[in-house]
Structure formats: structure tokens, C-alpha cells
């Protein structure tokens, strides 16, 4: 366990990031997450508008510019929530201490599925885990991380995908991991190529869970587990019981989902 | 089926062992017979043990077949069982449809180290063994003794005594037509089902090897709190108790051990291990091992790796791996070598969790009654041998197992005073250890 820890300790505090602006123009910016090494990067969204489907038909929704992570949130960076290596072991309040609130269970199992874990997709997780980790990550940070809406994720995709949104087999194949070229696992993150924004993998890889004004969230963009013509810009699932069907508890757990190793997010940033 | 491969002396003694031991879970099961009123008729079950896990088998049941009744509740702890009944009343807001099937009144929900025998007392016909593993022993005995069917969850003894007690308890169920199911679930998951039969059909040739993996993070811990006396803390942290648990290597990775014994149609003979406690060293965390890597052997020679870890930030793997002389497995979904095979990833796949219960029940039903009594004691004794392998620093026999005098469970439990005992040394810690010398 020691090393990153030890390192960090060493090393603390991480040097100021960059704070997402040059010459008034917003530029990728780079956080990392307070006594640890480990750090990630965002890329910023131009504002615009999107069209989202609702009941009562499309609707255009106005989106002022964020900053959205490049990558899913990867198992390096939710492991330090999950398991409090940001915490010295042994100290007061420290790793054994109980911190049932604002940290996640410990998961029962290996959760990475044995997909890869060093740079690969932090995955598994429910919505309110999703939630409290960027909750967690804004309060370590003092920035105000958040799960995107649907309409920033829209947002970012489509400024990532240009202004012809449509996939060919080969376009989907170049920038998403899916059932047709996955091989049943996901992979690890920016192993497929960038969109003009700078993201990677939003189509594909996990799905993603997005907030939806008044309504239950969804995941977005299709998985690794869904075949090529489920995995694209419209690919949007809310979770059913099957995703958390083989969890032997009750009540189930609030943290992880059993059966579905094919969901993950990443998280906006609003201000840096 | 034409034969895949020549049989050799050795194949032949494995596959005649395999059938043995697989006989007692002969599925599918004819379907139930119904009764005059067209629904089967109704089976009251019980739960002992009201965590987590017991609340889940008490709805994996309810929900696995018609007619099932939960009539009454046992646990040690008062907090246990109210927070059982909220989980209750929780489940049936979720489902409506259990409503009808929740029937506990108060007079039959029990607490204390005795409320086992006062559910058994009852009328229930079934009753789910949840408790934390120390107590399966006593509880099964005395279960099948009042005459009712068990689910039990795994491990089912912590001890070689309490191996001898739940073999002795299967032949007295198999005697009174008693059904025993055990909550090793991969025995009723149709991916390791096929891929085991496969295995057993020789798809792999002869397995020589297999490696088998629980490597993962710690678990929960609950900090002690003033009130509760050396006994209270102790069970209510049972995971880091050998005389509770077992240790991680027989609560948890009897699993992936119980799916080689499958494959294999056979028990190892001995065992030489290492292990040790390098992360989880605080005394909150009793005093078991953290990791274990041991190598048991089978009766045809074919060996056995094991590896189980609860370490955070390392590598995690849960699985199984199986060589044979024409090709590999993982035991449940996927066959590499001369007759390849895949579990069709699309394929809608019952619950194991469920599916066991719905054997289970089907079994009584049918007047076939399943017994996985001695299936899942020797698998249980299969993790002690790995342990006791680690502990000791020794190779260790199954017969010199079955023989040792290994008492970790007190006779008489109360709250109170509780010594923690060391940290097993290799070299030093022996296999004839007892809860008296505590």
C-alpha cells in the first residue's frame, strides 16, 4: 500500500494548477487530488446549445462553457476514496477509523472484474456513489466537481464530434470501445482516439451517468458490453433491477451494482 | 456423446469420485407435483442469523418459489433483528407481492444465544442458517435434530470438530429425508454448471493443474464501543476472529476451493501454505492473516494453487483456472484448447442466489431432497487445511486433519471477558489448539 502514500506524503503539496485560463482564453487544465500523487486532466467545452428529446417533444437547452474530464474517472482515482489513501494509516481519525458518511462501503469481491485497474475505468458504482465521490473530490479540492447534466454531456459530445455527429462503422470503431471490438472487458481509458475536443472514450468504454433535471438519472454514450449500433450519440439507459440482481444482501448496497460493469461517469467543472 | 479423448486409469478413478460427490445435486429436478388446489403445498421457513446476508436468502427464497411463508426471526443481537424487520417492511414496499409471504409476528421473533433453539421450537419447515460461521455447527445439528430442512450459508465450521459435526449432521439429514443446502451458489450457476460438466466430460483432457484466486481490499470494520464486553466485540467483528470466520481463507475463498474439489471430483490430501498480517496489524482487526498462498495436492498428484489476499491498493482477482492435458477453463465461462466452448455472454442466466433456494425447494417438493452436507464440509475442510498449512508452517494431511484436536469454538458462550488469541506463528503454532487454553 505503502508507496503512493509514502510519496505523496514526501512530495505535498502537489504545485498549483494550472487554473484553466490564458489570456482570457480557457485552456485544458490539470487537479490533482490533495495528498496523493495522482492527477487528471479536463478540457474545456465551448458554450452552445443542445436539443434534448422530453416528453412534451425536442427542446433546446442553452449551455454556458464548463470544463469536462478528458477521461472516465479511472480506478486510480476512485481507489483513494474507496479505500482512504489520502488517510495516513494509524493516524487520529485515520484509515481504520469509521467514516460510514462520506465514504463509500467496502466492496465485497475484486470490483475491477479483472477488466485492468491501473488506468482503466473506475466502474460498478451507483448514482449516489457517482455522486458522493465528486461531492468528496470538491470538498478535498475546494472546487465544485459534479456529475455532468445531460444536456453538458450532450454538449461536450457534440462539440467533440464536430458538426457531422453521424458514425460510420469505422468512426465508431476508432473512437469507442463496444461489444463488436471490446472482447467482452472494458479498457483502459484514452486507448481510443480523441475527439476534436480532446476527450476520450464518452462514446463507449463505460456508459456515464449524467444528471436529469426532474427526472431518475441515466447513463449515456453505451458500453463496452452493448453492441456497436446501442453505443452512439442518442445511447441513454436508466438502471433496471438486473443491474444489481446478485447482490446476496438486503437491503442491497447503496454503493456498488453487482451486475453492471459496464457503468462509470465522469465529472464537470464549472469554475476552476 | 462419442468420447472426446482416451480415458486413462487415472481419468477414470476422478470421474468415478466426480460422480459421487456430484450425485447428491443430480438437477434438473422434475417439476413439482401440484396439489389438489393446484398450488404446491406451503413451506413456512425461519431465519437464524439476521445480517446482510440472511435478509437477502430470506428473499432469494421467498422469491425462488410458490407457497413459501417466512413465519419467524432468531439473532444473538436486539439491533440485528429490529433492523431485520425494517429491512423487512422495506422488501415488501419494493415488492408488494411478498406481502402474503411475510408472516412474522412478534412472539416469534427471538433474541440471544439461545434464540436458535426457540425458533426451532416452531413450526417452521425450512430454516436459513445466516449466523456468522462459528455457530452453523451447532445450529445445523440441532436443526436437523427438530426435524427441519436447511439452508445453510457457507463456511459450515471453522474447525476440524465442526467438519466431524456437520458430516455427522448430513448422514442423519440423508437418514430422516431432510434437505441441506448449502450457499456455495456457483454449484447452481448455470456458467459454472455447464463448464464443470464440460470439464468432468473431459473437454480439457485430464486436469493436472488449477489455480484458484480471492484476492481483494479489506472489509468493514465496526470500531468497538465502550458497552460492549470482549464476547460482544469479538462477534460482531466475526471476520477477524479465527474461532468466528475461520479467517478470510475459509469464509471467502471457500468459494473459488469448492469449485476446484468440483472439478476435480475430489478433496486434496495435504496442503503446504505461507502466510501472514502485514497491512491490517491493528488489534481492531483481531488477530487473522491478511494473505495466504498454498499449494494443495490432489489424490492422482494434480496440484493446486491457491491465493487469497484482503489488502487495500493491490491487485484484485476472484476466480479459478483449470489445466488439462488438451486444453484450459475458468470454470465457468470459457473453454480454450481442442473442443473450445463459451458461455454465450447474451444468455439470460437465472441468480444463483436464487436458483439454490429453488432447488432446494423443488427437492423437498419432489421428495428428492437435496444434500450438499458433505460436499461443502469438505470443501469447508479444504480451507482449514490451506489455513492450518499457513498457520503451522507445516504440511498438513486431511487425515491428520480430520484427526487433530482442533476445539476454537467455546462450549458455552456468554458476554463477558474474551481473550484475543496470538497471531498464528509458523513454526510455532500447532494444529491442537483449543478455546480452553485460550
Not at chain 1, 135 to 154: E, I, K, V
Not at chain 1, 166 to 190: I, T
Not at chain 2, 279 to 284: C, H, M, S, V, W
Amino acid at each position: 500500500m505503502g508507496t503512493n502514500l509514502t510519496l505523496a506524503l514526501l512530495l505535498a503539496p502537489w504545485p498549483s494548477p494550472a487554473r484553466g485560463q490564458a489570456a482570457g482564453r480557457l485552456v485544458p487544465y490539470r487537479d490533482s487530488i490533495p495528498k496523493t500523487l495522482v492527477t487528471f486532466e479536463l478540457v474545456p467545452v465551448p458554450g452552445g446549445t443542445v436539443t434534448l428529446d422530453s416528453p412534451a417533444g425536442p427542446r433546446v437547452v442553452a449551455v454556458p462553457p464548463f470544463w469536462i474530464g478528458k477521461t472516465e474517472v479511472t480506478w486510480d482515482e476512485y481507489d483513494v476514496w474507496v479505500y482512504r489513501l489520502d488517510v495516513a494509516a494509524g493516524a487520529p481519525g485515520g484509515r481504520d477509523s469509521a467514516d460510514a458518511t462520506s465514504r463509500p462501503s467496502r466492496p465485497y469481491g475484486a470490483p475491477d472484474r479483472g477488466f485492468g485497474h491501473h488506468g482503466y475505468p473506475a466502474l460498478a458504482m451507483t448514482y449516489t456513489a457517482a455522486r458522493a465521490y465528486c461531492a468528496w473530490l470538491s470538498a478535498r479540492t475546494g472546487r465544485h466537481y459534479a456529475l455532468p447534466t445531460d444536456a453538458q454531456w450532450t454538449r461536450a459530445l457534440e462539440a467533440g464530434l464536430g458538426a457531422d455527429t453521424s458514425l460510420s462503422p469505422e468512426r465508431r470503431d476508432a473512437l469507442a470501445w463496444h461489444a463488436g471490438n471490446a472482447a467482452h472487458k472494458s479498457h483502459a481509458v484514452a486507448s481510443k482516439q480523441a475527439d476534436a475536443l480532446g476527450t476520450h472514450d464518452l462514446l463507449g468504454n463505460v456508459a456515464e451517468w449524467v444528471t436529469v433535471p426532474d427526472g431518475a438519472p441515466v447513463v449515456r454514450g453505451g458500453s463496452w458490453a452493448e453492441p456497436p449500433a446501442r453505443v452512439g450519440p442518442r445511447a441513454r439507459a436508466a438502471q433496471t433491477p438486473a443491474w444489481n440482481e446478485t447482490d446476496p444482501q438486503f437491503p442491497k448496497s447503496r454503493w456498488w451494482l453487482a451486475d453492471a460493469p459496464f457503468v462509470g461517469f465522469r465529472f464537470v467543472l464549472l469554475t476552476p | 456423446m462419442t468420447p472426446k479423448h482416451p480415458r486413462d486409469v487415472t481419468r477414470r478413478a476422478f470421474v468415478e469420485t466426480a460422480a459421487v460427490a456430484t450425485a447428491a445435486i443430480a438437477l434438473p429436478l422434475p417439476p413439482a407435483p401440484a396439489s389438489i388446489g393446484g398450488a404446491p403445498k406451503k413451506i413456512r421457513i425461519a431465519l437464524i442469523g439476521c445480517g446482510g446476508r440472511g435478509t437477502g436468502a430470506v428473499k432469494d427464497c421467498l422469491t425462488s418459489s410458490e407457497s413459501i411463508e417466512l413465519v419467524a426471526l432468531g439473532d444473538l443481537f436486539p439491533d440485528h433483528l429490529a433492523k431485520c424487520r425494517e429491512s423487512l417492511a422495506t422488501m415488501v414496499t419494493e415488492d408488494p407481492t411478498l406481502k402474503p409471504k411475510i408472516k412474522v409476528k412478534d412472539s416469534q421473533c427471538f433474541v440471544g444465544f439461545d434464540a436458535y433453539r426457540k425458533v426451532l421450537d416452531g413450526n417452521a419447515d425450512l430454516v436459513l442458517l445466516a449466523t456468522p460461521p462459528a455457530f452453523r455447527a451447532r445450529h445445523l445439528a440441532a436443526a436437523i435434530e427438530a426435524g427441519k430442512h436447511v439452508f445453510m450459508e457457507k463456511p459450515v465450521a471453522v474447525d476440524p470438530q465442526g467438519v466431524h459435526a456437520v458430516m455427522a449432521s448430513s448422514e442423519l439429514a440423508a437418514q430422516k429425508g431432510l434437505a441441506l443446502v448449502a450457499g456455495t451458489q456457483r454449484r447452481h450457476d448455470a456458467g459454472y454448471r455447464a463448464a464443470i460438466e464440460r470439464i468432468h466430460d473431459g473437454a480439457i483432457g485430464d486436469v493436472v493443474a488449477a489455480e484458484v484466486y480471492w484476492n481483494q481490499g479489506g472489509l468493514w470494520m465496526k470500531p468497538r464501543e465502550p458497552s460492549w464486553s470482549d464476547a460482544e466485540w469479538q462477534i460482531r467483528n466475526w471476520l477477524y476472529f479465527t474461532w468466528l470466520s475461520g479467517d478470510h481463507m475459509v469464509e471467502q475463498h471457500i468459494h473459488n476451493l469448492d469449485v476446484a474439489n468440483w472439478a476435480f471430483g475430489a478433496h486434496p490430501v495435504k496442503a503446504i501454505g505461507v502466510g501472514g498480517r502485514q497491512q491490517r496489524t491493528d488489534p481492531a482487526y483481531g488477530h487473522i492473516f491478511d494473505h495466504f498462498a498454498v499449494e494443495f495436492e490432489y489424490p492422482n498428484g494434480a496440484r493446486l494453487r491457491s491465493m487469497c489476499r484482503q489488502m487495500d491498493g493491490t491487485a484484485q482477482r476472484v476466480g479459478e483456472r483449470f489445466v488439462g492435458t488438451r486444453g484450459t477453463s475458468d470454470g465457468h465461462s470459457v473453454i480454450e484448447g481442442a473442443t473450445p466452448w463459451s458461455w454465450d455472454p447474451q444468455a439470460p442466466k437465472a441468480n444463483p442466489y436464487v436458483q439454490e433456494h429453488a432447488d432446494l425447494i423443488a427437492s423437498i417438493r419432489a421428495g428428492r431432497p437435496l444434500n450438499e452436507g458433505r460436499q461443502v464440509a469438505e470443501s469447508t475442510l479444504t480451507a482449514i487445511m490451506g489455513r492450518e498449512a499457513a498457520y503451522t508452517g507445516q504440511e498438513v494431511t486431511w487425515d491428520e486433519l480430520l484427526s487433530c484436536q482442533q476445539d476454537l469454538v467455546p462450549t458455552e458462550l456468554q458476554f463477558g471477558p474474551m481473550p484475543v488469541p496470538p497471531v498464528a506463528m509458523p513454526g510455532q503454532t500447532i494444529l491442537a489448539r483449543s478455546w480452553r487454553s485460550a
